[in-house]
């Protein structure tokens, strides 16, 4: 993709609350859509993120409920429940095998990460924000990944982190972060809503 349709890919994407609730996504194009989101960045690399895309009318109708009873939940051709993974320093090794088999890090520099992770993660609260991070920047990647695929996309903090945390069998270190609709957009979507002017949000030091 050239610079300029990667920033106009930028500059139109919208969050979208009414979905053809007609369109299906195959597995593939989820998978896909997964596939690119795992590009962002994690910490120590350890890519400590889980997507559950919920697809099947049993499931959204239980994701539905869960989140407040927002129609997008089961009009939206996949639904995608966006968890981080409380970060486990034992994994990094695993992580960074294939990088180090291939000559670009060292084993011993994989060894200091994981001692550094180790420490920086001891405090459960930090480990709980890594998670989340994580877990974000995932999801801003899986919905510019939809956009540049054709699709439009909605992100939403509103659902019981709880309830879908038992609903969809997630594990003890799993933090449902984000829940992510995509599919095609049925009309009556506003347009990008204004934007704060940077004299607002850029300070440059």
């Known amino acids: 993709m050239k610079i300029d349709a990667m920033l106009a890919l930028i500059e139109r994407r919208v969050s979208a609350n009414r979905f053809d609730a007609t369109h299906v996504l195959p597995d593939t194009v989820i998978g896909e859509l997964v596939r690119l989101a795992t590009r962002a960045p994690t910490a120590y690399h350890l890519q400590n993120w889980r997507f559950v895309a919920v697809k099947t009318p049993e499931a959204k109708a239980t994701l539905r409920a869960l989140a407040y009873d927002q129609a997008k939940v089961s009009d939206a051709a996949v639904t995608f ?9 034992l994994r990094i090794h695993e992580r960074l095998g294939p990088f180090v088999e291939s000559g670009h890090m060292t084993a011993e520099t994989s060894s200091s990460w994981q001692d550094g992770a180790r420490a920086q993660y001891a405090n459960p609260r930090d480990a709980r924000d890594e998670a989340v991070r994580s877990a974000s920047l995932g999801a801003a990647t ?18 019981d982190a709880e309830g879908v945390a038992r609903a969809f069998a997630l594990g003890a270190d799993e933090v449902p972060v984000m829940l992510v609709c995509v599919g095609r957009a049925a009309p009556g979507n506003w347009p990008q809503k204004p934007r704060r002017p940077l004299s607002e949000v850029l300070v440059i030091a």
Do not use: N, R, T
């Open 81 to 89: 429940i966006v968890c981080g993974q409380l970060p486990d320093a």
């Open 142 to 159: 899986l919905i510019y990944a939809a956009e540049a695929m054709g699709f439009v996309s909605g992100a939403m903090g509103g659902f």
